[in-house]
Nanobody, 114 residues
Framework: QVRLVESGGGLVQPGGSLRLSCAAS????????MGWYRQAPGKPRELVAT???????NYADSVKGRFTISRDNAKSTVYLQMNSLKPEDTAVYYC????????WGQGTQVTVSS
């Protein structure tokens, strides 16, 4: 069982920045493939970015060049740096871990509005 706890969401103006964090339980975090997903009201959950245990990254086209996913294995934490935020980035952001199963955090709300 992997427990994931997200933090860092909030209200930000368009063009602003936020950094999301996801702390994971378990002593083998370095072996987990990690990802961030988001779900806006009335829409399905969608992939935002992923980072493998080997640190290969993948991004949704809508966030390329604006968002950066990274990981700190010593802290068992994955980050999502979000820059140049747009109103359409408003959603609940979920952390995901894959290792002998798929695990989700509880989500953190990001609202981009003036």
């Amino acid at each position: 069982q992997v427990r994931l706890v997200e933090s860092g969401g909030g209200l930000v103006q368009p063009g602003g920045s936020l950094r999301l964090s996801c702390a994971a339980s378990g002593s083998i975090f370095s072996s987990y493939d990690m990802g961030w997903y988001r779900q806006a009201p009335g829409k399905p959950r969608e992939l935002v970015a992923t980072i493998t245990s080997g640190r290969s990254t993948n991004y949704a086209d809508s966030v390329k060049g604006r968002f950066t996913i990274s990981r700190d294995n010593a802290k068992s934490t994955v980050y999502l740096q979000m820059n140049s935020l747009k109103p359409e980035d408003t959603a609940v952001y979920y952390c995901n871990a894959q290792y002998a199963g798929r695990y989700w955090g509880q989500g953190t709300q990001v609202t981009v509005s003036s």
